[in-house]
Structures are given as C-alpha cells and as structure tokens.
C-alpha cells in the first residue's frame, strides 16, 4: 500500500510563491509518473502539471512559465513551485503517484492520490 502526504498550502496574496510538496511512503517499488491536479470549487479536476521519471515534464497552459514540478527520487516526493499566484489559481491541489508496489502476492501497479491542500489567492 502507498501512501501520500501532501503539504504547503495555504493563503497568499496576487503576484506572491508558494512552494506544494508530496511525499510517497510505503510498499514502492518504483515510481514513474508524480502529478499535481487542481480543483476549483464547481469545476472539474485538471492537470497542472507532471513529471516522467526524472526530468519529463509537462504543463498546462495556464501555469507555464509561472510554475515548476520537480522530484526527488531519493526521498519520492514532488514539488510544485509556484510563482506570481493568480485568483485564478485558487483550488485544492492534489497529487498524484503511480508506478509499482511489492507485497506477499509479487509486484502490482498502483495509482494513488493525496488528500489535497487548498491554496487561495486573493487580489
């Protein structure tokens, strides 16, 4: 079983950084893909931003150029920089990890999401 914990949310005003992190523990055998998804409230869940191993990215439109996801492999977690915040960016965030976790029964897959962190940004 895989677990995450995400940290880092929090209020902040227009223009200012907040830095997200996610730290994976548990049966992991390998990771592969660490994401961070956004919700606003009365929309659906969307991408913001991932990374492939270690240094395939990807982002939204919305956030590139404002925001950078990086790993540790070492310690399986992720990060979410994010710089000159926007109202617009007001969500939760969550992260999510797959890749390959162990047990008695051998080797299987795993997808797994954190809990959440709201992040708010006022103008």
């Known amino acids: 079983q895989v677990q995450l914990v995400e940290s880092g949310g929090g209020l902040v005003q227009a223009g200012g950084s907040l830095r997200l992190s996610c730290a994976a523990s548990?049966?992991?055998?390998?990771?592969?893909?660490m994401s961070w998804y956004r919700q606003a409230r009365g929309k659906q869940r969307e991408l913001a931003a991932s990374?492939?191993?270690?240094?395939?990215?990807n982002y939204a439109d919305p956030v590139k150029g404002r925001f950078t996801i990086s790993r540790d492999n070492a310690k399986n977690t992720v990060y979410l920089q994010m710089n000159n915040l926007q109202p617009e960016d007001t969500a939760v965030y969550y992260c999510?990890?797959?890749?390959?976790?162990?047990?008695?029964?051998?080797?299987?897959?795993?997808?797994?999401w954190g809990q959440g962190t709201q992040v708010t940004v006022s103008s």
């Open positions: 999510n990890v797959n890749g390959m976790t162990y047990g008695p029964w051998g080797t299987s897959g795993f997808d797994t």
């Open positions: 990374i492939i191993r270690a240094s395939s990215t």
């Open positions: 548990g049966s992991i055998l390998s990771i592969s893909a």
